[in-house]
C-alpha cells in the first residue's frame, strides 16, 4: 500500500539527526537545574512565540482538527477564531505580566504565590497527572499513524516479526527519540524542535491543501463537492443560533461561553504546556510578546488543517474496481482491489475496524463508525507522490513528538518545583534538582509509554484531550483569574473551588451521554440525564460546569475567609516601558483582533 | 543559548529541498509518478521552494552569528 523509497527514509532520517543534533548542541549549555527546566530564561521572543503555538499543533492538532474538518466542517474553525485569538491577546496584554512578572517558574508555583502551599500541590498533582495522559495519547497517535499508514510492514514482513508488533515497536520508538532530545537539551532543546517541526508542518501541509484545492477545482470547486456531501460543513457561522441546524449541534452560548472563554482562555491562559514557551522568554517585552505572535500562524492554521479533513471526505470513496482492456489481443483484467475499512467509509474517511473479530464497527445507530482520524493522512497518501510523501510523513510524525515533548517538559518542571522541591526534598543543591529533572523526564516517558497502551479505547484523540483538559484546566483558568484580577480571593477559596471544578467536570461527565456513543469512557457512567448530539458538545459543558464551579465556589469560600494583605499579594504593579508605539505589544494585538475578525466575515 | 536556531532550520530544509529536487529532476516526464498529484512535479518545484527557504535561513543565521562573535564580551 505505502511503498517509502530511498529519498522518503532519507528525509526522515535528517529529520531525527537534526532533531538529536539540537540537543547535542545545547548539551553543553545545562549547567543548572533553571537551564535545563527553564532554559535558562534566555530565549528570543520569536522562538518562544513559535514553540507557544507548536506545542500545541501535535497530534491532538494536526489529526484532530483534520478529522474535525472531516466531520464538523468549518465550524471546527472557531476553535481558532472565537478560542484561540482573543485569549492570546489577553494573554500577552493583560496576565504574562503577572506570571513573567512573578519569578514563578511553572503555574502551580505561580498559584502557590498567590495562594498557598496547598492548592499549588493539589494543581501540581492535577496538572501531571493530565500531562502523562496526554503524552501518551500523542505517543498512542504517533504510533496509530505509523500502523495505518504502514511505514513499518515491509521491514517486518522481511524479518517474520508478527504485524501486531508495529504499535508497541513504534511507541518505542518516538519515546526514544523524544527522550534523547529532551535530556539533552532540556526545555530549550524541546522548545527548538517544536519551532523545527512546526516549520515542517507548513512545508508539508502548504503544498498538500494547495493540490487538494487545484484538485477540487479551487475553493468554488470544493464548495459544490462539500454541499453535495453536507451543505452545512463550509460556514463557520451559519445555523449557530440553534444547536439542531449546525453540524457540532452546539448553540451560539455552547459557542460563546465554552469555546470562547472556558476552552480558549483555559487552554492558551492557564495551561502551563503552552505557558512553559512563552515564561522562557528572555525578558518581559519578549514574554509578552511571544503569545502575540503564535497569534499570527494560529490564524492562518484553519487553511492548513481543516482543509485536509474537508478535502478527504469530498473525494471519491475508493471501491473495488476491475478494468478490462486490450492491448496487441491479450485481454487484461486490472482489478484495484479496496480494502473493506476503505468501502465503508466515506470520501477518503475509512471506517473504524474491530481489531480482533475483523469487522467494520458500527455506532449504536448502526452506521459504521468512520475514522475521522485518518482524513489528514489519508489525503498526504492520495496526492503525494514519493519523495514530498516522505517529507510529509516526517511533518506528521515530528509534530506529534513536539505535542508530547511539551507534555514532557512541563511535567519534569511541575514535578521538579512543585512537587519535589516543595514537599518531598527542600534545600537540596542545584546539581540534585537537575538530576531529579532529569529522572522526572524518564518517568513520565514510561508512565506515558504504559498510558499510550491503555489509550486505544477512545474514538477522536482532540475529544479525548479536551475530556482531560475539561477535568484539569477549565476549573484552573477560573483559580488563576480570581487570582490575578480580584484581590479578595484567599487560599481557602481557591482550594476549595479547585476540588469542586473538578468534582463538577466529574459529575456533568458521568451524567450526560453523547447521542450514538455507548455509555462508559464517553460519558453517562452514573446515569445518563441529558444526551448531547457530539462529544465535542458534551466537552464544552463539561468545562463550562468545571469553570462555573469553580468560579462560585472560590468566591464564596474567598468571602468568609480571611483575606491576605494587599501588600502580601503579588505581582499586583504593572510597569508599562516606554517603546515606540508600533513595537508596542498593545498594538501588535488591535492589528491581530482585526485580521481575526476580517477572517470570519470571509468564511461566514 | 548561543545556537542560533536558523542554523540547523537551514540545513536541514536546504538538504531536503536538494534531495526533492535531484529527484523530481530525475524523474520528470514520469507521468505514472505525478499522475496522482495533477501531473505537476511537485518534487522538483517543492523542492526549489524549500532550497530557497533554507539557504535564506543559513545566510540570516550566520549572519546573526557573525556579529554576535563581533560585538564586544564575545559571542552569546
Known amino acids: ?604 | 543559548m548561543k545556537l542560533d536556531l536558523r542554523i540547523p532550520v537551514g540545513w536541514m530544509f536546504t538538504l531536503c529541498g536538494l534531495l526533492l529536487t535531484f529527484l523530481g529532476y530525475s524523474t520528470s516526464g514520469n507521468t505514472e509518478l505525478y499522475g496522482r498529484c495533477l501531473g505537476i512535479n511537485v518534487n522538483l518545484w517543492w523542492g526549489l521552494v524549500l532550497v530557497v527557504f533554507g539557504l535564506s535561513m543559513l545566510v540570516l543565521g550566520y549572519r546573526a552569528q557573525k556579529m554576535l562573535e563581533k560585538e564586544p564580551g564575545g559571542p552569546r
Open chain 1, 1 to 604: 500500500m505505502l511503498n517509502l523509497t530511498l529519498v522518503d527514509w532519507l528525509i526522515l532520517l535528517i529529520y531525527c539527526f537534526v532533531a538529536v543534533g539540537i540537543g547535542f548542541a545545547l548539551k553543553p549549555h545545562m549547567k543548572t537545574s533553571s537551564d535545563f527546566l527553564l532554559a535558562g530564561r534566555a530565549l528570543p521572543a520569536w522562538i518562544c512565540g513559535l514553540a507557544f503555538v507548536a506545542v500545541n499543533v501535535g497530534a491532538p492538532e494536526v489529526i484532530g482538527m483534520g478529522a474535525s474538518g472531516a466531520k464538523y466542517g468549518l465550524e471546527a474553525a472557531h476553535i481558532y477564531g472565537i478560542g484561540a485569538i482573543p485569549a492570546m491577546i489577553f494573554l500577552g496584554l493583560f496576565m504574562m505580566p503577572y506570571y513573567y512578572g512573578s519569578k514563578a517558574r511553572s503555574i502551580p508555583e505561580f498559584v502557590g504565590l498567590r495562594f498557598d502551599e496547598k492548592t499549588r500541590a493539589l494543581n501540581a498533582c492535577l496538572f501531571a497527572a493530565m500531562t502523562v495522559f496526554s503524552a501518551g495519547i500523542s505517543l498512542y497517535a504517533v504510533a496509530r499513524l505509523i500502523e495505518g499508514l504502514h511505514i513499518f510492514d515491509a521491514l517486518f514482513y522481511a524479518r517474520g516479526w508478527p504485524l501486531g508488533w508495529i504499535f508497541g515497536f513504534s511507541v518505542v520508538l518516538a519515546a526514544a527519540l523524544v527522550m534523547a532530545y529532551i535530556l539533552l537539551g532540556g526545555l530549550a532543546g524541546a522548545m527548538y524542535n517544536q519551532v523545527v517541526q512546526f516549520l515542517l508542518l507548513v512545508a508539508s501541509l502548504l503544498p498538500l491543501v494547495l493540490l487538494g484545492l487545484k484538485g477540487a477545482g479551487g475553493w468554488n470547486g470544493l464548495r459544490t463537492s462539500v454541499a453535495a456531501v453536507d451543505p452545512s460543513l463550509m460556514h463557520e457561522w451559519k445555523g449557530v443560533m440553534h444547536a439542531g441546524t449546525n453540524p457540532m449541534g452546539i448553540d451560539i452560548i455552547g459557542i460563546g461561553m465554552g469555546l470562547g472563554f472556558v476552552l480558549g482562555a483555559g487552554y492558551w491562559c492557564a495551561d502551563f504546556r503552552v505557558m512553559q514557551s512563552a515564561m522562557a522568554a528572555k525578558d518581559m517585552g519578549s514574554a509578552r510578546r511571544a503569545p502575540l505572535i503564535a497569534a499570527i500562524p494560529r490564524m492562518f492554521f484553519p487553511f492548513l488543517l481543516i482543509l485536509p479533513g474537508l478535502l478527504a471526505i469530498t473525494l471519491p470513496t475508493p471501491h473495488t474496481t476491475t478494468v478490462v482492456r486490450e492491448q496487441n489481443g491479450i485481454i487484461y483484467h486490472e482489478t484495484n482491489v479496496a480494502s473493506k475499512e476503505a468501502e465503508a467509509g466515506k470520501g477518503l474517511v475509512p471506517a473504524k475496524m474491530d481489531a480482533v473479530s475483523g469487522q467494520v464497527m458500527l455506532d449504536a445507530g448502526g452506521r459504521p463508525q468512520l475514522d475521522y482520524d485518518m482524513a489528514t493522512p489519508k489525503l498526504l497518501l492520495h496526492y503525494f507522490p514519493t519523495g514530498l510523501l516522505g517529507l510529509g510523513i516526517t511533518a506528521l510524525l515530528a509534530s506529534f513528538m513536539g505535542g508530547m515533548a511539551g507534555n514532557v517538559t512541563a511535567f519534569n518542571t511541575v514535578f521538579t518545583c512543585d512537587l519535589y522541591q516543595a514537599h518531598i526534598h527542600k534545600g537540596a543543591s542545584d546539581g540534585h534538582y537537575l538530576a531529579v529533572g532529569r529522572w522526572a523526564t524518564v518517568g513520565c516517558i514510561l508512565l506515558s509509554v504504559a498510558a499510550a497502551f491503555a489509550a486505544v479505547q477512545f474514538n477522536s484523540i482532540l475529544d479525548t484531550l479536551q475530556l482531560a483538559f475539561a477535568l484539569v484546566n477549565a476549573p484552573l483558568l477560573a483559580t488563576v483569574l480570581l487570582g490575578m484580577f480580584w484581590k479578595r480571593a484567599t487560599g481557602h477559596g481557591a482550594f476549595a473551588g479547585l476540588i469542586a471544578g473538578t468534582i463538577a467536570a466529574l459529575l456533568h461527565h458521568g451524567l450526560t451521554l453523547p447521542i450514538a456513543a455507548h455509555p462508559g469512557i464517553h460519558g453517562g457512567w452514573i446515569a445518563i440525564v441529558h444526551a448531547y448530539p457530539s462529544d465535542m458538545t458534551q466537552n464544552l459543558f463539561t468545562a463550562i460546569c468545571a469553570f462555573s464551579a469553580n468560579f462560585i465556589v472560590t468566591v464564596v469560600v474567598s468571602l468568609c475567609t480571611k483575606a491576605r494583605v494587599e501588600t502580601e499579594v503579588l505581582g499586583l504593579a504593572r510597569v508599562r516601558a516606554h517603546i515606540v508605539w508600533w513595537k508596542r505589544p498593545e498594538t501588535l494585538a488591535v492589528a491581530i483582533l482585526l485580521a481575526a475578525v476580517a477572517l470570519n466575515i470571509f468564511f461566514y
